[in-house]
């Protein structure tokens, strides 16, 4: 282990957990004259450096050939895709970009992006950290999603730095690696200190996009949650506080290694201020802190720990048993697929096949190339309440890799009232077919990595669930990420396991248009009489 978790991280835990009864997470570490949701105060959607060079990223990405299902089954065969700015575009957009935007009476815009984010906050930025790529200057550079370009932050080849701060020398010759950063006002603005968590579950889904834009391409990708956290902060000039790294992920290999570049000058400027008045929640900066590491030595010993955590899952999955797709037509790419997602609001009762609903979990468990973990595991539990799957009992159930595992079963109006009690007596989690809660043994993943272990336990949750909405679409379905009570999940299932994250799946009660390609988001003219729709399902059961 690289050192003891502190109590810390389990006080954190405790007081942003969200308990029946309460109107939300105990308030607490809450600054003076904080106010949840103040729209004067709003975070602005996206992060500017307004006097850096910028490099406008190519608007035609092209399009992965595999068949999305055969990517999200692990059994695509793809030759390497040529690394230049319109692929480095595509990682971009496809798990960051602008795909829809909603205008309000009053004039507000709202963008929409490819992966999911609570209340639609998007709290990760991503840099990209780049040597070798055709059409893209060597150097640091922050993507910035409103314009579709690349801010510099840092002129030079600086993969040696970021190799160093990784303590992994195969960092020097990939083309390109991309940082993700956390900005807690962002979802703390909503969410208080919980918004903490919001973070990494965000950073998570993101990556289940672009690890599968990866998979398509035949580009090999791997996330690093083992780093020094100063050394990458100082990299991108950010303070640590207000904006903190998250990952760093790999992608290629055997471009021309990174020379000795003598760090120079950030050429970024000032950012644009996020809000009037950006709050800190000390709780989260300790938190966050609680688990640097301060030099390479602690990155090895810290990942060495990792290697010994972690049940096995299977990596390649059999199916899907059908799609959506029209008879005749050819299997959509993972590329429309990303943009046909949209988090769903409403749900039909009805049944769906066995096997559908076994590979969409298959799909979600995989393992992940990440360190924080043993190659071909997991630190996840899946615990599901079934409530409309052909062949498998209503009542709640584990996934144990391969099949349900029943442990309660019940008749499927009590399956599906429980859970929408659990989720915060939102429909959504009663209305699905199934609803899993990504669950793990925090004390177990605190007693392996320290403090740190928590990062990685919130964020696997994150693309877990990413990853199962991914597969649900893929199939003809919808699914959304749900918050919960958290105590009275593992009381439900009579568990020690924590609940991370929540994710519902089933038939939606309507169809999502496509989002838009860079530059050309789909506007949603329907999006306010489907929250009508939200909210009158909602009041419904209230009454």
């Excluded at 954190?12 to 969200?18: E, I, M, P, V, Y």
């Excluded at 950010?238 to 790999?250: I, K, M, N, R, Y």
């Excluded at 988090?343 to 559908?356: C, W």
């Excluded at 893929?474 to 994710?503: H, N, P, Y």
Aim: include cysteine; proline fraction near 8%.
């Amino acid at each position: 282990m690289s050192q003891p978790p502190s109590d810390a991280t389990r006080e954190f835990h405790t007081r942003t957990k969200l308990h029946e009864g309460a109107s939300g997470a105990e308030p607490f570490g809450h600054p003076t004259g904080f106010r949840p949701m103040d729209g004067e105060n709003r975070p602005t959607p996206f992060k500017r450096y307004p006097s850096a060079p910028k490099t406008s990223l190519p608007r035609d990405l092209g399009a992965s050939q595999a068949p999305a299902a055969r990517v999200l089954s692990g059994t695509a065969a793809v030759g390497p895709a040529t690394f230049d700015d319109a692929l480095l575009g595509r990682f971009l957009f496809y798990s960051a970009g602008v795909t829809r935007i909603r205008t309000d009476p009053d004039g507000w815009v709202g963008h929409f992006r490819a992966a999911p984010a609570a209340g639609n906050l998007h709290p990760v930025e991503i840099y990209a950290v780049c040597g070798a790529v055709d059409g893209v200057p060597a150097g640091i550079h922050h993507f910035d999603p409103g314009d579709f370009a690349l801010e510099a932050v840092r002129e030079g080849d600086r993969r040696g730095a970021l190799a160093e701060a990784v303590a992994e020398d195969s960092l020097r010759s990939a083309p390109v690696s991309l940082v993700l950063t956390g900005v807690p006002w962002r979802t703390g603005w909503k969410y208080g200190p919980r918004g903490l968590r919001h973070v990494y579950w965000d950073a998570g889904s993101l990556l289940a996009q672009l690890l599968a834009i990866a998979e398509a391409a035949g580009v090999s990708a791997r996330v690093h949650l083992g780093f020094v956290d100063s050394a990458i902060s100082e990299e991108l000039g950010l303070d640590g506080v207000s904006e903190f790294p998250v990952a760093v992920v790999t992608l290629g290999a055997d471009a021309v290694p990174a020379g000795d570049t003598p760090r120079r000058e950030l050429v970024a400027g000032e950012a644009e201020a996020i809000s009037v008045h950006p709050f800190e929640f000390r709780a989260v900066t300790q938190i966050q802190h609680a688990g640097d590491l301060a030099d390479g030595g602690e990155v090895e010993r810290w990942r060495k720990a990792a290697a010994s955590l972690g049940r096995p899952v299977a990596d390649r999955i059999e199916g899907p048993p059908h799609s959506d797709e029209p008879s005749g037509e050819e299997p959509i790419s993972i590329e429309l697929l990303i943009r046909r997602r949209g988090s769903t609001r409403l749900f039909r009762q009805q049944p769906i096949s066995g096997d559908v609903a076994a590979w969409c979990l298959g799909v979600a468990s995989r393992p992940a190339p990440v360190d924080f973990c043993t190659p071909g595991s997991t630190l996840l539990a899946h615990h599901v309440s079934v409530h409309a799957v052909n062949g498998v009992a209503s009542g709640r159930h584990v996934w144990n890799g391969r099949d349900f595992e029943v442990r309660s079963p019940e008749p499927a109006d009590r399956a599906r009232a429980g859970a929408q009690r659990l989720c915060l007596l939102q429909p959504l989690g009663g209305d699905s077919a199934f609803t899993v809660f990504h669950s793990v043994d925090l004390e177990a993943v605190l007693a392996g990595l320290g403090d740190r272990g928590y990062r990685a336990a919130q964020l696997e949750a994150g693309l877990a669930a990413g990853r199962l909405q991914l597969a649900a679409f893929a199939v003809g379905m919808g699914g959304t990420g749900l918050t919960f009570f958290d105590d009275a999940v593992a009381r439900a299932f009579d568990t020690a396991d924590a609940c991370m994250l929540v994710t519902a799946v089933g038939p939606a009660d309507y169809r999502n248009r496509p989002g838009g390609l860079p530059g050309s988001p789909v506007e949603l003219s329907g999006f306010g009489p489907l929250m009508q729709r939200f909210q009158a399902r909602f009041e419904r059961d209230r009454t």
